[in-house]
């Protein structure tokens, strides 16, 4: 099999054997662009390597020696040749871009002799020299495993000895002196001088890329990202171009668009007389891409051309390194640009808008997922904030916590439940641990494609970076700002990800907004969709939002908090504690007209949707003082007796809270069950409901409400409340003069209830699967409980892929849905199918959801755009 091929022998189709970066060059060189010339070994070689226990395969060393000499006939320089030095890059290539995350080792062919012919060739002395020691630097950290902080140490010592601050302002001899210590310095970690024959020097690098697809950091990027285990990685072998000859030449990253807003404006950053590394490092801050047109204008339009020209091929938004050596354009890598959800749903509008993709294709390029972090909260600029600083606005969104100046200490104090922000001059990807554990990350130094910057975006954290006006201090864990202020370890600051600015504090947040395209491509799926969205929404400002986010209507108005208020629990209380019919009446009577307000502003927000209210469903005890704390109060107030009427109205307090004490709540006297022991209270609810609708409807309002009933099992028990919702209901309107259809459903949340759907069904308007209970009661999993003790180790031990209160279990649960809807259907054909758990805001359940027909799915209303887009997706 062919274990090599040469950029212009691959393309983009063949990413699983050349990798991501193998396949791009290809692809770049067919279409005629420059990149310099080189070669691939594919993963299937890197495989055979690791299958051959770390072993040359067979026939690897012969074709690398063949590609050798093709790569030197083409470009007309020679591996080791003092006169024409062929130098290259030895480049890692993963199928899955994983940026930074594995090794490249730049200017191989580098040794005594060739430096000089390199200097020579180029007329800069300084420049080979530069070269040299940054050759001996990366192979002497990456394949020879000595430390590169020893050579940081020795070019720190030059620069004292010179009594200078920067790299450039080191001279050719102050590099040749550094090349001398780092060669010493290998001598003395490795027991053998800096290996001099390139050829050499080219095996071990090959070897040392096929490592790295195994080295810490690349195996916790391919946990976090979940990709898996036994891919490797492609080698690519590419002729040096080089950035660092002086001012007309430089290195940088362009997006074809802004990978952090999808402004469609060609975005990235530049650096003068500098190469490779320089700029993602984030050791020197580069120059906006704009600032190119000025100082190389045609070297700009070149760029803009290979831009669009790249976006139109790969039909998406790429991510672009470039060289250029002498005001010549090189391009080194092309790959889809990782981006926030907020570029993501920009850029997919606009390349559908400009014809490049088509609308489908445009909402099959977003993640309901991540768009979650379009509907976080921002911070509110009209506070009254403490502005500390501000840097680059690397990766949108607001983040809170306590500052850490180290990824360890992230770790640790996340562990503990405590929001931090990773603060670093900047970071490696040594401190991807500490990224995913902080909340935000602020960096002092690097640009927008910085590693910070990049890995925060893929997370989808806040991050703010080359914010230089910081001075961080690691020994006393501290930074200063620029007004002279120190913050240290543990304070809490604001970061703010899409406008730069940090804060001192935890600074308000408001409620986000739907950007334009947004909506865009939400109204492009709606069109597609077969589920309708509605949302669990229990009181006007939720209703409002969801609705502003395009609910449809209310699947679950939930009305224990209208039991629970200030002004209602002493009432409630003394319903519950009623002795007699009459005394019960009395407490209703009073908590009628408080909750009729609360259903007329519901209805009101949702005018001409459809509101479903469940009846109450808690356990009564849920709105009495705990069983404990009472008990203490009670045997206080008896040891001090100086309040004999308190003493005894808590004894008799005691007693009903003892009375109804359950050892099972959930599987208690909750639901439909109260219904039928106090009928009384879903009456006055029922009333409350269509009074408010009356009222409203009498104003020219539209209004749908429709009564749900929780906790069914039986279909007797349906039956009997049923009949009771109708009577009263029938009454209501009739007292008003009103007419409204009247519509009673019940929620499918006991097994039993989906079991029996079709009996179910004969009684009622509608089904709403409540998966929460649903899923509890399937599984026999308690969820207060189940979440923190037991499941975690289920889905740590692959026992179960996910919570299954997170995401809906379809061999299970979801195999009582389909019976229950099936059934539910035979016996009514009118029969309306939703789901209102927290699975009704789950992308993959709400794929579950549109599978088996329902109607509608009902989530929480932040949720509401991304079950819009689920929705569509799952119907394309
Ligand atoms: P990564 O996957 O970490 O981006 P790369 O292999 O892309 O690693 O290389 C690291 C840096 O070196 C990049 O900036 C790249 O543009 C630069 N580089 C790689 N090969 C060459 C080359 N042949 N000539 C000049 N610069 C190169
Ligand atoms: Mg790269
Ligand atoms: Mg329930």
């Not at 998406?316 to 990782?338: C, H, M, P, S």
């Not at 005890?621 to 069983?627: A, D, G, K, V, Y």
Request: charged share 25%.
């Amino acid at each position: 099999v062919k274990q090599i091929y040469a950029f212009d022998e691959g393309n983009a189709g063949m990413r699983d054997l050349l990798g991501g970066k193998g396949a791009g060059l290809a692809e770049m060189t067919r279409a005629g662009l420059p990149v310099p010339e080189g070669f691939t070994i594919t993963t299937a070689a890197c495989r055979a390597y690791f299958t051959a226990g770390g072993q040359w395969p067979e026939g690897l060393l012969d074709a690398l020696d063949e590609a050798v000499s093709q790569l030197e006939e083409r470009t007309g320089l020679k591996l080791g040749d003092p006169d024409r030095p062929l130098l290259v890059s030895v480049r890692s290539g993963a199928v899955f871009s994983m940026p930074g995350m594995m090794d490249t080792i730049l200017n191989l062919g580098l040794n005594d002799d060739t430096v000089l012919g390199l200097a020579r060739r180029t007329g800069q002395d300084r420049f080979a020299w530069d070269c040299y020691r940054r050759f001996i630097q990366m192979y002497g950290d990456v394949v020879l495993g000595v430390d590169h902080y020893a050579f940081e140490q020795i070019i720190d010592e030059q620069k004292a000895a010179r009594g200078v601050r920067l790299d450039t302002e080191l001279s050719a001899e102050d590099w040749k002196a550094v090349v001398e210590k780092y060669k010493q310095l290998v001598e003395k970690e490795t027991k053998r001088p800096f290996p001099q024959n390139p050829r050499e020097q080219l095996l071990g690098a090959v070897r040392a890329v096929f490592s790295s697809w195994n080295n810490q950091r690349a195996v916790v990027y391919r946990k976090i990202h979940g990709i898996p285990e036994d891919l490797g990685t492609a080698v690519n072998i590419q002729r040096m171009v080089f950035g660092n000859l002086g001012d007309d030449s430089g290195t940088g990253v362009v997006f074809t668009r802004n990978p952090a807003t999808g402004e469609a404006k060609l975005y990235g950053e530049f650096l003068l007389n500098a190469q490779g590394e320089d700029v993602v490092a984030g050791i020197r801050t580069p120059s906006p891409i704009a600032q190119l047109e000025e100082t190389m204008p045609e070297v700009y339009r070149q760029l803009l051309d290979v831009a669009r020209k790249l976006e139109r091929h790969y039909r998406d938004v790429q991510d672009i390194e470039f060289t250029v050596e002498r005001g010549r354009l090189f391009l080194l890598q092309t790959r889809a640009a990782k981006r926030t959800a907020q570029a993501a749903v920009k850029a997919a509008v606009d390349l559908a808008k400009e014809g490049i993709i088509d609308r489908m294709e445009a909402i099959r390029r977003v993640d309901p997922d991540s768009l979650t972090q379009l509907l976080h909260r921002r911070i509110d600029e009209a506070a009254d904030l403490d502005r500390l600083a501000k840097g680059l606005p690397a990766s949108p969104g607001a983040a809170s916590g306590r500052v850490v100046f180290d990824a360890d200490e992230a770790v640790r104090r996340a562990n503990e439940g405590e929001a931090v922000i990773l603060v670093r001059s900047e970071t490696t990807p040594e401190d991807i641990h500490g990224i995913v554990a902080s909340q935000g990350v602020l960096t002092s130094r690097g640009g927008m494609t910085s590693h910070a910057a990049v890995v925060a975006r893929g997370m989808g954290k806040a991050c703010v970076c080359g914010c230089e006006s910081v001075r961080i201090d690691f020994r006393k864990r501290e930074f200063i700002v620029e007004d002279g202020r120190t913050i240290r370890e543990g304070d809490v600051i604001t970061i703010d990800g899409g406008t730069g600015q940090v804060y001192l504090g935890a600074a308000p947040l408001v409620d986000p907004a739907l950007s334009p395209e947004f909506q865009e491509l939400l109204a492009w799926g709606d069109e597609v969709r077969k589920l309708s969205v509605l949302a669990n929404a229990d009181n006007p400002e939720d209703a409002a939002k969801a609705r502003e986010f395009g609910a449809q209507g209310i699947g679950l108005c939930r009305t224990e908090h209208m039991f629970l208020g200030p002004d209602r629990v002493s009432i409630v209380q003394r319903m519950i504690l009623a002795e007699d019919e009459e005394e019960r009446g009395r407490a209703l009577g009073e908590l009628l007209p408080l909750q009729r307000q609360d259903f007329v502003g519901i209805l009101r927000a949702m005018a001409g949707l459809p509101v479903t209210v469940r009846l109450l469903d808690p356990p009564l005890h849920e709105f009495l003082p705990n069983l404990e704390e009472l008990m203490v109060e009670v045997t206080q107030l008896r040891e001090r007796g100086d309040d004999p009427a308190r003493l005894r109205e808590r004894e008799r307090l005691l007693r009903k809270v003892r009375v109804l004490h359950e050892a099972n709540p959930m599987l208690g006297h909750r639901g439909c069950r109260l219904g039928i022991t106090f009928p009384e209270v879903y009456r006055v609810q029922v009333r409350a409901l269509y009074e408010a609708a009356a009222e409203l409807a009498a104003e020219g309002v539209s209004v749908k409400p429709e009564v749900m009933i929780p906790l069914v099992g039986h279909h007797r028990e349906l039956e009997i409340l049923r009949a009771q919702v109708i009577e009263e209901a029938e009454r209501v309107l009739q007292e008003k003069g009103v007419e409204l259809p009247i519509k009673v459903g019940t929620m499918i949340e006991v097994p039993r209830a989906a079991l029996t759907a079709g009996e179910i069904a004969a009684q009622a308007d509608f089904f709403s699967f409540g998966t929460n209970d649903l899923t509890q009661m399937t599984f026999g999993f308690s969820r207060d409980d189940a979440e923190g003790k037991f499941l975690h180790a289920y889905v740590q031990g692959g026992i179960l892929d996910a919570d299954p209160f997170v995401v809906l279990d379809e061999p299970g649960v979801g195999r009582l849905i389909r019976w229950a809807v099936q059934e539910g259907r035979m016996a009514n054909s009118e029969l309306k199918v939703g789901i209102c758990g927290e699975h009704g805001g789950d992308p993959r359940s709400i794929t579950f959801c549109h599978k088996v027909g329902l109607d509608y799915v009902s989530c929480s209303p932040y949720r509401v755009p991304v079950a819009r887009l689920a929705a569509a997706r799952a119907a394309l």
